[in-house]
């Protein structure tokens, strides 16, 4: 009778794997690998950061496509007056007017004018036409303001380097939360060989307390492990699933999902992270950071504005030239601002501004190489802690074939080796966790220094 609860013990223990190898089969059916590299290009086709760039880049290019249709093709508008009263004398009159106008950089315009009247008493048509062309002088650049053809090639490089940026930090986010998964992973596996062994060890209790060799105490103490290992399994279940949900969720992807790990060749970027360490700083890089664009354009700004208050002293010139029916007609305007008593003070005030530009232009160069040089300084501790981790692991191998033979020759016992094996376990997870922090540092170092993450080939 005192074998029967271990007959069904051992029953159960069948039945329970039974299942889960039946579970594991059906749930095998029901999902799909997920590779880094594909879950990246998910993230780049259901991540809104990646349509709203796109977005920024199509308004900037239509915005660009405007300004240009409008310095190469005439605007063409139509004036109709159906019935007009002269003054005078009791006269219906129809007019309309048909004007085209071009306007041009540098401050030239162009104008055509085609002018018809009717005249309702005596049914005669009047017809007359015109042409004009002006061309305003003036030291201010007319080509660098707002809404120019330069400003807004200016916005389109912008908007395709965000967009560019854009995808950078979809790259590093998802690498990040690929490797959390990863760990999450290990550490359920863990968590499931932690429950296994409790259970094993409250099985060998119950038949120590069947023979005389425990008491209830240490059965107890088996249940209790058992207990603590079910819980820290829920838990690491629950953490799990939730972070499989949010990363699915930002991928776009129905249904469950096993992510497969990638192979990374350690020996290809420490290799190419010594060429990041020994690369000097491209002035691009420094010149292209968004602090030095930011404040490099308040220069720009506040130049024009010292442009404008030292040009409010000067004459401005303006030359119209035209043709009639009645022939030629050319006429120059020179205006004079002979007396301002604020002048002096715009002048100082505006290069004063310019001098807080240039000196805050100034700081944000020395800060974006700054952010270089320390993320070179992290990408060289990236490679030591990497050569350190590399012999752990080599002690760690080592160690483990000790153990074997210790385990063969009986010098250990089957809790030692459980407990080593444990310890082997949290260092194999430390090893792929600091494998991507690795990568995530050279990308991060690439693209510090202005190259392409070419994170393509990282994962291949």
Not at 192 to 209: G, N, P
Not at 306 to 321: D, E, F, G, M
Request: contains cysteine; aromatic residues 6%.
């Amino acid at each position: 009778m005192s074998k029967n609860p271990m007959v069904l013990h051992i029953a159960l223990i069948l039945l329970c794997l039974l299942a889960a190898w039946g579970g594991s089969v059906f749930a095998e059916s029901q999902t799909h690998d997920l590779t880094l590299s594909e879950a990246i290009e998910l993230a780049f086709l259901h991540h809104p950061a990646v349509r709203t760039a796109k977005l920024d880049i199509r308004m900037a290019r239509l915005e660009l496509e405007t300004i240009r249709i409008e310095h190469i093709l005439p605007t063409i508008g139509l004036q109709l007056q159906p019935l007009s009263l002269s003054a005078g004398e009791v006269l219906w009159r129809s007019h309309g007017a048909l004007r085209a106008s071009l306007t041009l950089p540098w401050g030239t315009a162009l104008s055509a004018d085609l002018f018809t009247v009717f005249d309702h008493s005596t049914h005669a048509w009047t017809l007359s036409y015109g042409f004009s062309l002006s061309q305003k002088f003036t030291p201010i650049p007319h080509d660098k303001g707002p809404g120019s053809l330069f400003a807004r090639e200016r916005a389109l490089i912008r908007a395709e380097t965000a967009f560019k940026q854009v995808k950078d930090e979809i790259v590093l986010e998802v690498i990040k939360q690929f490797s959390r998964l990863l760990a999450g992973e290990a550490g359920l596996t863990a968590a499931k060989e932690r429950l296994s062994q409790a259970q094993t060890y409250l099985s060998a209790v119950k038949i120590e307390i069947a023979e005389g060799r425990a008491g209830e105490l240490q059965r107890l103490e088996a249940e209790l492990a058992v207990k603590a290992a079910e819980i820290t399994l829920g838990e690491r279940s629950t953490e799990q699933r939730l972070a499989q949900e949010e990363f699915g969720t930002l991928l776009a992807i129905e249904g469950l999902y096993e992510i497969t790990p990638p192979e990374f060749s350690l020996e290809d970027i420490m290799a190419a992270a010594a060429e990041l360490v020994e690369m000097e700083i491209p002035l691009s890089v420094i010149q292209d950071a968004e602090g030095v664009r930011k404040a490099r354009q308040s220069v720009e700004v506040a130049e024009r504005r010292l442009s404008a208050a030292r040009a409010a002293a000067l004459p401005t010139a303006s030359l119209a030239a035209g043709w009639t029916p009645a022939g030629w007609s050319v006429g120059v305007i020179i205006n004079f601002d002979l007396f301002s008593p604020g002048r002096g003070l715009q002048v100082e005030l505006a290069e004063t501004a310019l001098e807080i530009a240039q000196e805050r232009l100034a700081i944000a160069e020395q800060e974006a190489k700054h952010a270089v040089t320390g993320q070179k300084i992290v990408l060289k501790q990236m490679m030591e802690n990497l050569e350190l981790f590399q012999m752990r692991r080599e002690k760690w191998e080592l160690e483990e074939r000790i153990m074997q033979k210790k385990m063969e020759t009986d010098l250990i016992g089957t809790d030692e080796w459980a407990d080593f094996q444990t310890k082997r376990r949290t260092f194999a997870r430390e090893w792929v966790q600091e494998v991507f922090d690795s990568v995530l540092v050279y990308l991060r170092s690439r693209r510090a220094l202005g190259l392409r993450l070419n994170w393509e080939e990282v994962l291949q």
